[in-house]
């Protein structure tokens, strides 16, 4: 007598058997769900006074509920002038939990470098968790040179830090639109394999633009800054593996990036040498590498929590975000905005609408306990790192991975080709 047949899995009908994009999506989703629940409970009640603080702490029986905070690794790039963006740029994402590293390519000067390195050491930096690049390389954002740039910074953040989760890189025009308890709240209830990187396979105009064209990026090789030149042929796409573009702004897994940076599959290096000689290559990398391999191509979703509006020029850069745009940022849900100009009044909205920093200070959160003597800074004393306050805009991003983990819309914005 034969034993009766094992029952179906439930999820058969849902997933292909060999296409099931994360064997705990489900499990995510509930927890979202039950995050936006909790979140909605800790909300600010109607009858609150009008100077109560906006960004009240949890009950403390759930913050010790919630799973572990996750830790990010966070590469903030910029260039000359962009010194005094950069230390803003930290003190808004700033969280003790965390790992920094702040570069300015040789394009700025050694004496930017150094007073960024003092800047940082007197404030956030004390802790040892921020680290500014000392010898850098030029970064031609058109160029492989910006590729380049974005790899070191991975590379030193793999050697310097061994227990953060995500590896996130940060232009000076970018600016969180959540504060940095909301972001490791929502993430602390997502697998640490999952990647947030947009990506589309349809190249359309960048062929004739940005993919057959063949150029030179000096600032790979010449010591003084020199724009990228074009050569004459243009060689055909390729068919060994197939072409993803995107945006340069990525959210990656641990996993992925060791598997980028120190992995002993050849498709990194591969890539990287194809992608040297053709513009954007930092728009395409990352997206190529991980929808071209089998072990990382059903942990992407395809949205990169950044929010920015697009120029219709010939050039397609995203267009210079103004206070016109927070009620369209707001609503974006989105962790980050890019697109900023250096001081402009839309950043001192977000600090005091949604951050709730004080100039020159980093943005509040659980692990602030308050000032030390005659100290007024309400992050001069720190408490537990573990200890998370988020507020609305972390239900709000909690809403927007929820609807992009559902199926079947999780499922069919994987990039997963034959």
């Known amino acids: ?28 989703s509930l927890l979202l769900l039950l995050l936006l629940h909790l979140l909605s409970s800790s909300s600010p009640t109607p009858s609150a006074p009008p100077d109560a603080p906006r960004r009240g702490p949890l009950p403390a029986d759930a913050a010790s509920a919630g799973p572990a905070p996750p830790a990010l690794a966070f ?39 150094a007073r960024l390195a003092r800047e940082v050491r007197a404030g956030p930096g004390r802790t040892g968790n921020v680290h500014v690049v000392g010898d850098p390389g030029f ?19 793999l050697q310097v830090g061994q227990g953060w989760d995500w590896f996130v890189h940060l232009h ?92 002993t599959n050849n498709l990194p290096r591969t890539m990287l040498m194809y992608l040297t000689n053709m513009p954007l290559p930092h728009r395409k990398y990352f997206q190529t590498v991980l929808c071209n391999s089998p072990e990382f191509n059903r942990t992407v979703v395809n949205h990169d ?13 995203p267009r210079l975000l103004t206070v016109a745009d927070a009620e369209n940022m707001t609503r974006s849900s989105a962790a980050f905005a890019t697109g900023f100009a250096k001081d402009d009044p839309v950043l001192d909205h977000i600090d005091e609408e949604i951050l709730q920093r004080p100039p020159g200070e980093p943005a ?39 609807q992009k983990l559902a199926y079947p819309g999780f499922y069919s914005q994987q990039c997963i080709w034959d």
């Open 1 to 28: 007598m034969h034993p009766p047949a094992p029952a179906a899995s439930p999820f058969a009908s849902v997933f292909p058997k060999d296409s099931r994009p994360l064997p705990c999506l489900l499990l995510t």
């Open 75 to 113: 590469l903030l790039t910029g260039s000359a002038g962009d010194a005094e963006r950069l230390l803003r740029l930290l003190l808004a994402t700033y969280h003790p939990r965390n790992l920094y590293i702040l570069l300015l390519d040789r394009a700025a000067s050694a004496s930017d470098r």
């Open 139 to 157: 970064a031609n954002p058109r160029g492989a040179s910006a590729l380049a740039a974005a790899l070191h910074g991975a590379a030193l953040l």
């Open 172 to 263: 000076a025009g970018d600016y969180p639109l959540v504060a940095p308890d909301d972001l490791l709240h929502v993430l602390s209830y997502l697998p640490r394999d999952i990647n947030f990187i947009q990506h589309i396979s349809y190249v359309g105009w960048k062929e004739s633009r940005q993919i057959r064209p063949i150029i030179v990026d000096p600032g790979l090789y010449l010591s003084s800054r020199t724009d990228i030149f074009y050569a004459t042929q243009k060689r055909e796409l390729p068919s060994a593996y197939k072409l993803f573009t995107g945006s340069s702004s990525v959210i990656l897994s641990r996993k992925f990036t060791e598997y980028c940076i120190v992995g």
């Open 305 to 317: 929590l950044h929010f920015s509006t697009w120029d219709e020029s010939a050039k397609k850069e």
């Open 364 to 402: 509040p959160g659980g692990w602030c306990i308050g000032g030390a003597g005659d100290d007024s800074s309400p992050c001069s004393v720190s408490g537990s790192t573990d200890v998370l306050r988020p507020g609305p805009a972390a239900m709000k991003l909690a809403k927007l991975l929820a």
